[in-house]
Protein backbone atom coordinates (compact mmCIF):
# COMPACT_ATOMS: atom_id res chain seq x y z
CA UNK A 1 0.00 0.00 0.00
CA UNK A 2 0.96 3.50 -0.69
CA UNK A 3 1.29 6.42 1.78
CA UNK A 4 0.21 9.53 0.12
CA UNK A 5 0.18 12.91 1.60
CA UNK A 6 -0.20 16.32 0.86
CA UNK A 7 3.47 17.94 2.61
CA UNK A 8 6.92 17.11 1.91
CA UNK A 9 8.41 15.01 4.17
CA UNK A 10 12.22 15.57 4.22
CA UNK A 11 14.22 12.84 5.07
CA UNK A 12 17.93 12.31 5.99
CA UNK A 13 20.42 9.58 4.73
CA UNK A 14 23.41 7.83 6.10
CA UNK A 15 26.49 10.03 4.40
CA UNK A 16 28.54 8.23 2.09
CA UNK A 17 31.98 6.84 3.22
CA UNK A 18 33.27 8.32 0.03
CA UNK A 19 34.69 4.67 -1.13
CA UNK A 20 34.79 4.60 -4.69
CA UNK A 21 36.53 1.66 -5.36
CA UNK A 22 35.34 -1.58 -6.11
CA UNK A 23 37.41 -4.21 -4.22
CA UNK A 24 34.89 -7.14 -4.50
CA UNK A 25 31.67 -7.33 -6.39
CA UNK A 26 29.06 -6.00 -3.97
CA UNK A 27 31.34 -4.06 -1.33
CA UNK A 28 30.75 -0.32 -0.37
CA UNK A 29 32.52 1.02 -3.64
CA UNK A 30 29.79 -1.46 -5.70
CA UNK A 31 27.12 0.25 -4.01
CA UNK A 32 27.86 4.01 -2.59
CA UNK A 33 25.19 3.93 -0.98
CA UNK A 34 24.76 7.26 1.03
CA UNK A 35 24.54 11.14 0.79
CA UNK A 36 26.44 12.57 -1.62
CA UNK A 37 29.26 14.65 -1.13
CA UNK A 38 31.07 16.04 -3.34
CA UNK A 39 30.06 14.64 -6.71
CA UNK A 40 28.43 17.75 -8.58
CA UNK A 41 26.72 15.63 -10.99
CA UNK A 42 24.62 14.00 -8.05
CA UNK A 43 21.48 15.10 -6.50
CA UNK A 44 22.16 16.38 -2.71
CA UNK A 45 25.85 17.02 -3.69
CA UNK A 46 26.21 19.01 -0.87
CA UNK A 47 26.68 17.90 1.96
CA UNK A 48 28.55 20.44 4.39
CA UNK A 49 27.34 24.36 4.65
CA UNK A 50 29.83 26.53 6.10
CA UNK A 51 28.76 29.51 7.80
CA UNK A 52 29.57 32.66 10.21
CA UNK A 53 26.91 33.54 13.01
CA UNK A 54 27.78 36.57 14.80
CA UNK A 55 31.35 36.24 14.79
CA UNK A 56 31.86 32.00 14.94
CA UNK A 57 31.97 30.32 12.00
CA UNK A 58 30.25 26.99 11.86
CA UNK A 59 29.22 23.99 9.40
CA UNK A 60 26.12 22.08 9.58
CA UNK A 61 26.05 18.95 8.11
CA UNK A 62 22.77 18.38 5.90
CA UNK A 63 22.98 14.81 6.18
CA UNK A 64 22.71 14.25 9.93
CA UNK A 65 21.40 17.46 10.68
CA UNK A 66 24.70 18.32 13.20
CA UNK A 67 25.40 21.52 13.94
CA UNK A 68 29.29 21.75 14.14
CA UNK A 69 31.99 24.35 14.77
CA UNK A 70 34.14 24.93 11.51
CA UNK A 71 37.57 24.09 12.17
CA UNK A 72 36.83 23.30 16.02
CA UNK A 73 37.77 26.75 16.45
CA UNK A 74 36.78 29.06 19.56
CA UNK A 75 36.80 28.53 23.06
CA UNK A 76 33.41 26.05 22.03
CA UNK A 77 36.06 23.59 21.83
CA UNK A 78 38.95 24.74 24.23
CA UNK A 79 40.88 25.60 20.91
CA UNK A 80 41.84 22.14 20.59
CA UNK A 81 43.41 21.25 23.16
CA UNK A 82 43.84 18.16 25.18
CA UNK A 83 42.03 17.73 28.43
CA UNK A 84 40.33 14.51 30.42
CA UNK A 85 37.57 13.27 29.66
CA UNK A 86 35.41 14.65 32.84
CA UNK A 87 36.45 18.26 31.71
CA UNK A 88 35.96 18.29 28.33
CA UNK A 89 31.75 16.83 28.58
CA UNK A 90 31.69 19.66 31.10
CA UNK A 91 33.61 22.18 28.88
CA UNK A 92 30.38 23.54 26.54
CA UNK A 93 27.78 22.96 28.89
CA UNK A 94 26.16 26.97 29.31
CA UNK A 95 28.43 28.48 26.92
CA UNK A 96 27.25 30.71 24.21
CA UNK A 97 28.57 30.03 20.63
CA UNK A 98 26.89 31.25 17.28
CA UNK A 99 24.16 32.40 19.04
CA UNK A 100 23.53 28.68 20.89
CA UNK A 101 23.64 27.42 24.27
CA UNK A 102 23.03 23.70 23.89
CA UNK A 103 26.39 22.79 22.61
CA UNK A 104 27.27 19.15 23.79
CA UNK A 105 30.38 16.59 22.93
CA UNK A 106 29.12 14.44 19.82
CA UNK A 107 28.24 10.82 20.78
CA UNK A 108 30.30 8.45 19.04
CA UNK A 109 27.91 7.81 15.41
CA UNK A 110 28.31 11.44 15.41
CA UNK A 111 31.65 11.97 15.17
CA UNK A 112 32.06 8.38 13.49
CA UNK A 113 29.73 10.42 10.64
CA UNK A 114 32.51 12.95 10.18
CA UNK A 115 35.19 10.43 9.30
CA UNK A 116 36.21 10.76 5.69
CA UNK A 117 36.80 7.03 4.72
CA UNK A 118 38.33 7.95 1.05
CA UNK A 119 41.27 9.73 3.26
CA UNK A 120 43.90 8.86 5.20
CA UNK A 121 46.32 11.05 7.32
CA UNK A 122 43.77 12.89 7.94
CA UNK A 123 40.12 10.90 8.17
CA UNK A 124 38.33 13.91 8.19
CA UNK A 125 36.58 16.45 5.88
CA UNK A 126 39.54 18.79 6.50
CA UNK A 127 38.07 21.88 4.33
CA UNK A 128 35.87 22.22 7.14
CA UNK A 129 36.77 20.07 10.41
CA UNK A 130 40.30 20.96 12.75
CA UNK A 131 42.97 18.21 12.19
CA UNK A 132 44.34 18.05 15.89
CA UNK A 133 47.82 17.16 16.32
CA UNK A 134 47.27 14.19 18.58
CA UNK A 135 43.89 12.68 16.01
CA UNK A 136 42.17 10.78 18.54
CA UNK A 137 39.01 12.98 19.52
CA UNK A 138 36.72 12.51 22.81
CA UNK A 139 33.13 11.21 22.16
CA UNK A 140 30.41 11.88 25.12
CA UNK A 141 29.83 8.14 24.94
CA UNK A 142 30.90 5.87 27.90
CA UNK A 143 32.03 2.38 27.53
CA UNK A 144 29.52 -0.06 28.57
CA UNK A 145 31.82 -2.54 29.56
CA UNK A 146 33.74 -0.26 32.32
CA UNK A 147 32.24 3.57 32.84
CA UNK A 148 35.66 4.73 33.28
CA UNK A 149 36.55 4.26 29.60
CA UNK A 150 35.29 6.44 27.07
CA UNK A 151 35.03 5.93 23.00
CA UNK A 152 37.50 7.48 21.26
CA UNK A 153 37.62 8.45 17.11
CA UNK A 154 41.49 8.83 15.48
CA UNK A 155 40.68 11.23 12.43
CA UNK A 156 44.18 9.92 11.41
CA UNK A 157 43.55 6.68 10.78
CA UNK A 158 39.25 6.99 10.99
CA UNK A 159 39.15 4.29 13.83
CA UNK A 160 37.42 4.18 16.18
CA UNK A 161 38.95 2.95 20.00
CA UNK A 162 38.31 3.64 23.56
CA UNK A 163 40.82 4.99 26.60
CA UNK A 164 40.20 5.65 30.24
CA UNK A 165 38.59 8.87 30.81
CA UNK A 166 42.00 10.22 32.78
CA UNK A 167 43.17 10.34 29.53
CA UNK A 168 43.81 13.43 27.58
CA UNK A 169 42.22 14.18 23.90
CA UNK A 170 40.53 17.34 21.93
CA UNK A 171 36.97 16.99 21.42
CA UNK A 172 34.32 18.26 18.97
CA UNK A 173 31.59 20.02 20.18
CA UNK A 174 28.19 20.33 17.75
CA UNK A 175 24.15 20.76 18.57
CA UNK A 176 21.45 20.09 17.01
CA UNK A 177 21.14 15.97 15.19
CA UNK A 178 17.96 13.67 14.40
Known amino acids: ?21 E ?3 GDDGTYQAGWWKG ?6 SKRFIA ?14 GLMWSKFGNGYINNGGAAITWP ?18 LGNVLELISIINFAA ?16 AAW ?18 TGLVGNEDKT ?7 CRGGV
Open 51 to 64: KTIGVDNVVIDLAT
Open 1 to 21: MQMRTKQTILTRLLPKTGQQL
Open 120 to 135: FNPAIYDEFFAVYSHF
Open 87 to 104: LAIAHPIGKTFAGFTDWR
Open 139 to 156: TGTTYIVDDTVAWTVNFL
Open 39 to 44: VKSQPQ
Open 167 to 173: ATHAFYC
Open 23 to 25: VLS
